[in-house]
């Protein structure tokens, strides 16, 4: 047995139990303070949006108009690109990298929390040149994946601006 006597396991007892009373915990989003949020998206895509306010709703934060008091989010920007990260042996395209950028800005009743800030995500996925609807379809899904990774990232910056 590895513990052989009550002394050890006494020991790794305290240990495990000075871990847990020094505040270690993983990483997770609380922005339970928050219920309201004004959203203003003019330069980004419908389904970015949409991603957005879906994980919003998730953490209970419903989206409304601009009012005093409330958080306001904006969207300032949202750029997709797209490159070839390798080949197959007649030059045609193997592997894409997928890579969408979203510019935000937070502000509470006029000054700004986060004046201008870009939140990346970057995939990388493969191409079948047999079958170019499956290589579509599969671009599609991987950018509804970003958008909700983009929108995690978001709460994030949310949670770490908001006072309090």
Same mark, same amino acid.
């Given at each position: /047995? ?14 495990? !139990? ?10 997770? %989003? ?5 219920? =309201? ?7 980004? &895509? ?11 709703? %998730? ?12 958080? #306001?989010?904006?969207?300032? +920007?949202?750029?997709? /690109?797209?490159?070839?990260? #390798? @080949? @197959?042996? @007649?030059?045609?395209? #193997? ?7 979203? +510019? ?11 004046? =201008?800030? =870009? ?8 191409? +079948?040149?047999?079958?170019? &609807? ?5 671009? @599609? ?8 990774? !983009? ?8 949670? #770490?601006?908001?006072?309090?």
């Amino acid at each position: /047995m590895w513990f052989p006597d009550s002394t050890q396991r006494l020991f790794v007892f305290f240990i495990l !139990l000075g871990l847990a009373g020094c505040g270690f915990q993983l990483r997770g %989003s609380n922005i339970s303070s928050l219920q =309201t949020v004004s959203l203003f998206a003019s330069e980004v &895509s419908p389904a970015s949006r949409r991603a957005i306010v879906k994980e919003l709703s %998730s953490y209970s934060v419903i989206v409304v108009p601009a009012a005093p008091g409330v958080l #306001a989010v904006r969207l300032l +920007d949202e750029r997709s /690109m797209r490159r070839s990260v #390798a @080949t @197959t042996r @007649t030059i045609d395209a #193997a592997e894409y990298e997928l890579r969408l950028e979203l +510019d935000v800005s937070i502000a509470l009743d006029g000054v700004l929390l986060l004046e =201008t800030g =870009t939140l990346i995500e970057e995939r990388v996925y493969s191409v +079948d040149k047999v079958n170019l &609807s499956a290589s579509v379809e599969e671009q @599609t899904i991987v950018l509804a994946e970003m958008r909700s990774a !983009l929108a995690r990232k978001l709460i994030r910056q949310i949670e #770490a601006v908001i006072p309090g």
